[in-house]
């Protein structure tokens, strides 16, 4: 069994930054393709950025060029690093990652418990 498990949610002031990780934690296991995503009160889940195994990366325009993704395949963790917050990107934030078990070769998709970012003055 994997687990997936973020961190780093907080409080911060509108143009604040913030780092959230997200580590995946278990055995006999390769961790591919993650998204990072979140859903604000009322509102539907939504992607906010990708990242494969290889580094290849993908981002909605609502946070291009103040969020970067990047990940420690070592760790088996990936990060989310958020600049110039805004109220609007209040959310709940959930890592969702496909995993592949190195023993069955099976690919399954786990979800993280989320962390809250609120960003407020």
């Known amino acids: 069994q994997v687990q997936l498990v973020e961190s780093g949610g907080g409080l911060v002031q509108p143009g604040g930054s913030l780092r959230l990780s997200c580590a995946a934690s278990g055995t006999g296991f390769s961790l591919n393709a993650v998204t990072w995503a979140r859903q604000a009160p009322g509102k539907q889940r939504e992607s906010v950025a990708t990242?494969?195994?290889?580094?290849?990366?993908n981002y909605a325009d609502s946070v291009k060029g103040r969020f970067t993704i990047s990940r420690d395949n070592a760790k088996n963790t990936v990060y989310l690093q958020m600049y110039s917050l805004k109220p609007e990107d209040t959310a709940v934030y959930y890592c969702?990652?496909?995993?592949?078990?190195?023993?069955?070769?099976?690919?399954?998709?786990?979800w993280g418990q989320g962390t809250q970012v609120t960003v407020s003055s």
């Open positions: 969702n990652g496909d995993v592949l078990d190195l023993v069955s070769g099976f690919l399954r998709n786990y």
């Open positions: 990242i494969t195994r290889g580094g290849n990366t």
